[in-house]
């Protein structure tokens, strides 16, 4: 897709509108996420009950693609369980890298609309942030469940 | 139309508004047919072989010290050092004369607008020898005022290293002044001259540095050669600065005695073709001439600031005068991050850079995370200044509002 058409289709919307650019009132984990080189810092909230994330939230600047990339992410990974998570993260990095299968695309719904970032290697960075950082966040959960 | 277009085989043709001038410059004909001629005539090891070709290369290779040594104005080729690039010119002179020369409580005096080439090898002499890193803030306007660097510049200061002109900002230094306060208090100074050679006439004898660093790239030369200027007396006290090949006189199994200056600072093999088209890029330069450099600068940046200043919601740093930008015109769009700034510009055919700028410590002073550089050269037109400002006018309807 033409980029100035993926930013008026759809990541102008979620930049400008997002649905859960808010803080969470009684989150589960807190982790911050930043790309120095380009100033983008988010701020990643997930709340999960029995191994369910429940509710996700975000807050920060940076740029669009960003900004957008964090609020689908979470449009998809409320009500789903860490592994389910973080197998669709495994599926963005590999629909980044331009290795991922029709499947994995389809089940990435609107955030597989950041495919053709893949082509920009200064905006990638960008378009994974969100996810990095929250498969950053179950990790530690789960690291912290085997510990205790 | 431009007349220096058609030297320029990428331009030809292109519609392409290239705007990232000081990132680096497009390389004329002239430079590309002066290396061939280089390459299909005396390619051979400088300096080594005792045969025809290997004499020609080093001719070539010394005849392009001159013209450097010329072109800002050294008294003596053997003061012309070829590097890589600028970066590694101030590495060269931080590790061979900082190293060397500092101690514990010995301050280096740097300012806020310096690019990373010119702030990180600074930390690491502190690092190393205990000295203390000193910062001078200019205005907001990037101007750097006599009282700031009067009450900086101390009898404990012993390098001043500071940019000719800011990559950022497009501002020019009080290069003069700085090197004779520095002398005054028994200080060196040291120019970062990578955005001022490719743009105005430099003379490091009238300027008075002590070292004057700057890159090829982005003044028509290829990338990989690089020029770092040094006062005689102090080159020659120096250590080197790599070792191996070509910079020895005599080697036994435990010891060494260097070659004189130059060679002893171009350790290894180097990079005579690079050399040779550095020396047509500043031939050329030369023939275009500073003025009309400058002249053709001056007007376009004087319209593209005009057009920017019509656009609401634009933010441009540094002066307000056009004559003090040196074709650098570094912006905001309220609302818009600089890497989606450029990403659809890049969808209008318009290169330009956006990020830090390797000037973290500049962005934070004007309190910002990132910004968006245009950056001009005398191969630019007023058509493309207009199209780049119209295209500007856009974006913010482009990012949807
Ligand atoms: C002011 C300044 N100094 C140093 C450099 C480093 O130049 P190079 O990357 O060619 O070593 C640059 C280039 O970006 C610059 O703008």
Known sequence: ?148 | MNRYRKDFPILVGSDVIYFDNAATTQRPVQVMEAMRRFNDTCNANPMRGLYGWSIAATDAYEAARHTAAAFIGAEDDREIIFTRNATESLNLAAYTYGLDRLKENDEIVISVMEHHSNILPWQMVCRRTGAKLVYLEPDREGCLKEEEYRSKITDRTKIVSIGHVSNVMGVTNPVKELAALAHEKGAVLIADGAQAAPHMPVDVTKLGVDFYAFSGHKLLGPMGIGVLYGRKDLLEEMPPFLSGGEMIEYVDRQSATYAEIPHKFEAGTVNAQGAVGLKAAMEYLKDVGFDTVMETERKLTALLMEGLASLPFVTVYGSSDPEKHCGIVTFNIEGCHPHDVASVLDTERIAVRAGHHCAQPLMRFLDIHAAVRASLYFYNTEEEVERFVDAVGKVRKWLGY
Not at chain 1, 42 to 58: P, S
Not at chain 1, 96 to 104: D, L, M, Q, S, V
Not at chain 1, 120 to 134: D, E, F, N, Y
Request: proline residues 3%; negative net charge; aromatic residues 2%.
């Open chain 1, 1 to 148: 897709m033409d980029i100035k058409a993926l930013y008026r289709d759809i990541v102008n919307e979620h930049n400008l509108h997002p649905s859960h650019k808010r803080d969470l009132a009684s989150p589960t984990i807190v982790l911050q996420g930043v790309n120095p080189s380009c100033g983008d810092d988010i701020n990643l909230q997930l709340e999960v009950k029995d191994g369910i994330i429940i509710d996700a939230a975000f807050n920060g600047s940076g740029c669009a693609v960003s900004q957008a990339s964090a609020d689908m992410m979470i449009d998809l990974i409320i009500g789903k369980s860490k592994e389910e998570a973080l197998r669709l993260s495994e599926s963005f990095m590999k629909m980044i890298r331009g290795t991922a299968a029709e499947e994995e695309k389809e089940e990435l719904e609107e955030a597989a609309s950041l495919e053709d970032v893949a082509h920009m290697p200064a905006r990638v960075k960008c378009a994974v942030l969100g996810w990095r950082t929250m498969k950053e966040c179950i990790d530690k959960l789960q690291s912290g469940i085997s510990q205790g």
